[in-house]
């Protein structure tokens, strides 16, 4: 039978030693004032309605089936991009 070379880690860190962070979805702050949203989901913050209804129409424009609008975070107010 063949011998197997087993590499052993240094013993200069051990497991416990080492902080190991697990993974997860972390929400990023919104940084705008207008969220685009799609099929109730926040997709992107934008800080002008403009940029917002322009990315909003792009969506729109290539997947006509699903609900894109702009929510106002200030005013809380929602409007649906058709």
Known sequence: MATRV??????ETSADDVAIEAPSQKWQPDLGRYRLQVDKQTKASYDSSEEAEKAGMAIKKNFPVVQVSIHDTVESVS???E
Do not use: G, V
């Open 6 to 11: 087993i590499k052993r880690r240094s013993t």
């Open 79 to 81: 409007r649906i991009l």
